[in-house]
């Protein structure tokens, strides 16, 4: 049996999506095993690279602020999300979040991928269809 762990939500990481993320529950933090779970603030303006979770799911809360996210094999759909949003992302889905409003944009994120970055797959062959 492990042990429970608490985590404050202090130390940030650069993700390879464009962002900077809060250290949260990952197996780099506290060892976990299938799940990760972080804080992610995107600024005004904040736009993270195109890219996918290779085999892993995403799910989102989002806590303050608006974005936009544009998903699909050509990122050629694009979902407004607001404060109270729940958003699921199925593996493999490309995506590229944005931040279009004037306020920050405060999200958990959670993901079947237990590490912090390693199923991440930028696809910079998409970057120019998204405005």
């Not at 993700?15 to 529950?25: A, N, P």
């Not at 990952?26 to 804080?39: D, F, I, P, Y």
Request: charged content about 20%; some cysteine.
């Amino acid at each position: 049996m492990g042990d429970c762990v608490k985590l404050r939500p202090e130390g940030t990481y650069a993700g390879k999506q464009g962002f900077s993320y809060f250290e949260g529950i990952a197996k780099e933090t506290v060892g976990s095993q299938g799940v990760c779970m972080h804080l992610l603030t995107v600024p005004p303006g904040g736009r993270a690279k195109a890219h996918k979770h290779a085999t892993h799911e995403t799910a989102i809360y989002v806590i303050s602020g608006a974005a936009k996210m544009y998903w699909g094999d050509r990122l050629e759909h694009c979902m407004d999300t607001v404060a109270g949003d729940m958003i699921y992302i199925p593996a493999d889905v490309p995506h590229l979040p944005f931040n279009d409003g004037d306020e920050p944009a405060v999200a958990i994120i959670a993901r079947t991928d237990p590490h912090e970055q390693e199923s991440v797959v930028l696809l910079p062959e998409l970057e120019a269809l998204v405005p």
